[in-house]
């Protein structure tokens, strides 16, 4: 209470931010799904073909997924009880890394609650004060979020150019650490988004890896948006340029095209027994239920079982694309399924994305924080389930609304 007696919000300031928000053209509500994540969804009442969903393949509904979650509900029941350190390890969590693992081709594998908290987890386990981490411009927020929990210095190199990142371990190797008046890094640590989320263009690996082994240094590569995408079956990146084994630390996500829940970290087996030992996510928070690792295992197997799937939804991304392009909308520098289309600012991204709401079109303007101020978008992503029926209903929608907008000409 004030001296006068009346009471006082200390939280108050919030409303007021959240105003200037709405101002700026960054507030961002919510819509409400109530069916389930598909092609087609029923978004705060109205049927629309979703653009906004990383389902890539589908398999959110797929039926060997939820067989299999309910298999395991009624095996199981619907929790772990607590972290596996306490409560004991689950048989079909142990049975899901040990398969990922052999998808992956690694030694081993660690499930994590979410690929955010995967990154979170590994990071300041394998790096400390004495070591360099050296992370691209624009990797993924967790990735930023684990170097910030991290005592290790680091270092940003401008986005995909590699010269610049060989020139970074080159002074990093000669110079070492400068606190430490010239000793040597025991550990740099160059790391890389596989599949950049908003733009949708591929990492260099194959010349990060040249560069990182010239010097000595690890690589760690986020494959969220690589796995069930890229390379046989949706082994990610790793597999699309034939690297394995020269990859130190992989980390994938079960919650887009695998479409369920959770994130892994790939690598050696004594990588992922120093995660049991001190990743504070797999410590401190409770295991997967039953059915979604059961789920999880049960995508494993569709990719290997159904590569149809992903043959689908590059057909349909190669063609969305294309057709954006002809319509003359800038779709920036993708290279996978994720294909944004720039609008600049976010005044004209909302209103387009609204427009697009009206013709039935669910596509989500990304604005910032999430991309710089001058660079907010649509950001697209087609699926194996779309049909040609529905992009095509969605290119009208955009032609359309790019005509009314005048982001492209009649």
Same mark, same amino acid.
């Given at each position: 209470?004030?001296?006068?007696?009346?009471?006082?919000?200390?939280?108050?300031?919030?409303?007021?931010?959240?105003?200037?928000?709405?101002?700026?053209?960054?507030?961002?509500?919510?819509?409400?799904?109530?069916?389930?994540?598909?092609?087609?969804?029923?978004?705060?009442?109205?049927?629309?073909?979703?653009?906004?969903?990383?389902?890539?393949?589908?398999?959110?509904?797929?039926?060997?997924?939820?067989?299999?979650?309910?298999?395991?509900?009624?095996?199981?029941?619907?929790?772990?009880?607590?972290?596996?350190?306490?409560?004991?390890?689950?048989?079909?969590?142990?049975?899901?890394?040990?398969?990922?693992?052999?998808?992956?081709?690694?030694?081993?594998?660690?499930?994590?609650?979410?690929?955010?908290?995967?990154?979170?987890?590994? &990071?300041?386990?394998?790096?400390? *004060?004495?070591?360099?981490? $050296?992370?691209?411009?624009?990797? =993924? %927020? +967790?990735?930023?979020? /684990?170097?910030?929990?991290?005592?290790?210095?680091?270092?940003?190199?401008?986005?995909?150019?590699?010269?610049?990142?060989?020139?970074?371990?080159?002074?990093?190797?000669?110079?070492?650490?400068?606190?430490?008046?010239?000793?040597?890094?025991?550990?740099?640590?160059?790391?890389?988004?596989?599949?950049?989320?908003?733009?949708?263009?591929?990492?260099?690996?194959?010349? &990060?890896?040249?560069?990182?082994? *010239?010097?000595?240094?690890? $690589?760690?590569?986020?494959?969220? =948006? %690589? +796995?069930?995408?890229? /390379?046989?079956?949706?082994?990610?990146?790793?597999?699309?340029?034939?690297?394995?084994?020269?990859?130190?630390?992989?980390?994938?996500?079960?919650?887009?095209?695998?479409?369920?829940?959770?994130?892994?970290?790939?690598?050696?087996?004594?990588?992922?027994?120093?995660?049991?030992?001190?990743?504070?996510?797999?410590?401190?928070?409770?295991?997967?239920?039953?059915?979604?690792?059961?789920?999880?295992?049960?995508?494993?197997?569709?990719?290997?079982?159904?590569?149809?799937?992903?043959?689908?939804?590059?057909?349909?991304?190669?063609?969305?694309?294309?057709?954006?392009?002809?319509?003359?909308?800038?779709?920036?520098?993708?290279?996978?399924?994720?294909?944004?289309?720039?609008?600049?600012?976010?005044?004209?991204?909302?209103?387009?994305?609204?427009?697009?709401?009206?013709?039935?079109?669910?596509?989500?303007?990304?604005?910032?924080?999430?991309?710089?101020?001058?660079?907010?978008?649509?950001?697209?992503?087609?699926?194996?389930?779309?049909?040609?029926?529905?992009?095509?209903?969605?290119?009208?929608?955009?032609?359309?609304?790019?005509?009314?907008?005048?982001?492209?000409?009649?």
């Amino acid at each position: 209470m004030t001296a006068q007696g009346t009471k006082t919000n200390p939280l108050g300031f919030l409303a007021d931010e959240i105003e200037e928000l709405k101002r700026q053209n960054l507030y961002r509500p919510m819509r409400v799904l109530s069916s389930p994540q598909a092609a087609e969804v029923v978004v705060d009442g109205a049927v629309l073909i979703s653009l906004s969903s990383n389902n890539y393949l589908g398999l959110a509904t797929h039926p060997k997924l939820k067989e299999a979650a309910l298999a395991a509900t009624r095996d199981f029941g619907v929790g772990s009880g607590a972290v596996r350190t306490i409560a004991g390890d689950m048989t079909i969590h142990e049975r899901l890394e040990s398969e990922l693992a052999e998808f992956k081709h690694t030694e081993a594998v660690l499930t994590f609650q979410s690929g955010f908290t995967a990154n979170t987890g590994v &990071i300041p386990v394998v790096t400390g *004060e004495n070591d360099l981490i $050296v992370s691209d411009a624009l990797n =993924h %927020a +967790s990735i930023i979020d /684990g170097m910030r929990m991290s005592k290790a210095p680091r270092v940003v190199f401008p986005h995909k150019d590699t010269a610049a990142l060989r020139e970074l371990l080159r002074e990093a190797r000669e110079k070492g650490r400068k606190e430490a008046g010239g000793a040597p890094y025991r550990l740099i640590l160059v790391v890389t988004d596989g599949v950049f989320s908003m733009d949708g263009d591929i990492a260099p690996l194959p010349e &990060i890896v040249a560069a990182a082994e *010239e010097f000595g240094a690890a $690589v760690m590569v986020d494959d969220a =948006h %690589a +796995s069930g995408v890229l /390379g046989k079956n949706g082994r990610g990146t790793v597999d699309h340029f034939d690297l394995h084994g020269r990859v130190h630390i992989q980390v994938g996500t079960m919650s887009k095209a695998m479409g369920v829940l959770g994130g892994y970290v790939a690598g050696s087996r004594a990588l992922r027994e120093m995660l049991i030992q001190r990743a504070r996510p797999f410590l401190f928070s409770t295991s997967h239920p039953p059915a979604v690792a059961a789920a999880c295992l049960a995508a494993i197997h569709v990719l290997q079982e159904e590569p149809e799937l992903i043959d689908h939804l590059w057909a349909n991304a190669i063609y969305f694309e294309g057709e954006l392009k002809r319509l003359g909308f800038d779709t920036g520098f993708s290279e996978t399924p994720i294909t944004p289309v720039m609008m600049g600012d976010s005044a004209t991204a909302g209103r387009f994305s609204g427009r697009l709401f009206e013709e039935g079109v669910f596509a989500q303007a990304v604005v910032y924080p999430t991309v710089a101020l001058d660079k907010a978008r649509i950001r697209t992503i087609v699926t194996a389930e779309h049909s040609r029926v529905q992009l095509d209903r969605c290119l009208e929608a955009f032609g359309k609304v790019g005509r009314e907008l005048g982001l492209v000409s009649a």
